[in-house]
């Protein structure tokens, strides 16, 4: 039989706000949020993205392009990037960063400083 649970999820609706407050509310109930701190919470997402970068450091080029396509592979990959995603919204409400319009003021200044090439 088919697991309910991931057609619940894509029929809830997410946003970033949603995920931090489920994220503060799981670590509250847990009485995690004094280990919250801007130096744990980087020190966590770097040894996320590490995991991250485990599972593609001896690939190919080519075999790091069809990594989703095994899915015991997709699966490590989907889960070390929902935990990096996780830290950073950890961290930016920590820090009362809104990581949507720091990214946005971000392509901005690279949009402005990398221009796009004329075209003949």
């Known amino acids: 039989m088919k697991d309910p649970e991931p057609a619940r999820e894509s029929a809830r609706e997410l946003d970033v706000a949603t995920l931090q407050r489920r994220l503060a509310e799981f670590a509250a109930a847990r009485d995690w949020r004094r280990f919250h701190t801007p130096k744990n919470l980087v020190s966590a997402l770097s040894v996320e993205v590490s995991e991250l970068v485990e599972i593609f450091q001896w690939l190919t080029p080519e075999e790091s392009a069809r990594v989703m396509e095994d899915p015991g592979t997709a699966h490590r990959v989907t889960d070390e990037v929902a935990d990096v995603l996780a830290y950073l919204l950890q961290l930016c409400e920590v820090l009362g960063i809104d990581p949507l319009s720091a990214l946005d003021a971000k ?6 400083r990398f221009p796009a090439p004329e075209r003949p």
Do not use: A, H, S, T
């Open 107 to 112: 392509i901005d200044r690279n949009e402005r």
